[in-house]
């Protein structure tokens, strides 16, 4: 066999093989370069989505000779860990720093209602998948770590995901 039919015979092999390990149920799969979400079963897309994602900024730490916060959103495989409706967001000290505030003491100064959008889904460590009231601003690298997606978008990966549904973030 020609080295040519041979290399297209493996890559039709590999292809069979690989869609066969794809997840029967939806899984996420985000492209945080291009700044896309796909919703997806097997090979077939259900959605693709515009999304913001992590912008890379750095904030130096007040007090740390050496502490940083790195705004990115990981890399890696996760799992949808929570399902929140009319999510509260509970700022983080970065966003006081950030602000140029005093963090403060009283936990209830930290709540935050209705910046999240009507939907967010945990995937760890404090990052979620959420609305925004900046969708002017998808398609761009400027989130602190978590993917903002528009209201009809974040509603149709709600609905689809479930707890432990898994994603894919590269």
């Known amino acids: 066999m020609p080295p040519l039919e041979l290399l297209l015979s493996r890559q039709a092999f ?6 066969q390990l794809a997840p029967a149920e939806p899984y996420i799969v985000v492209d945080t370069a291009r700044n896309l979400l796909y919703l997806k079963r097997r090979e077939k ?3 693709t989505a515009l ?14 000779v050496e502490g ?29 720093v950030e602000a140029g505030l005093a963090v403060p003491r009283n936990p209830a100064e930290r709540l935050e ?11 760890g460590q404090g ?3 959420h609305g925004t009231l900046y969708a002017r601003l998808l398609g761009k690298n400027v989130t602190h770590g978590c993917i903002r997606l528009n209201d009809e978008d974040l509603r149709t990966v709600y609905k689809a995901a479930k707890i432990g549904t898994p994603i894919m973030i590269f």
């Open 14 to 19: 590999l292809t069979k093989k690989l869609t």
């Open 45 to 47: 897309v259900l959605l």
């Open 51 to 64: 999304a913001s994602t992590g912008s890379g900024t750095i904030l130096d730490k007040p007090d740390h």
């Open 68 to 96: 940083q916060w790195v705004f990115d959103t990981p890399r890696g495989f996760f799992t949808i860990q929570s399902k929140l409706l009319n999510p509260v967001w509970v700022k983080p000290d970065w966003a006081f």
């Open 113 to 123: 209602p209705g910046v999240l959008g009507e939907y967010a889904l945990g995937f």
């Open 127 to 129: 990052y979620f998948i």
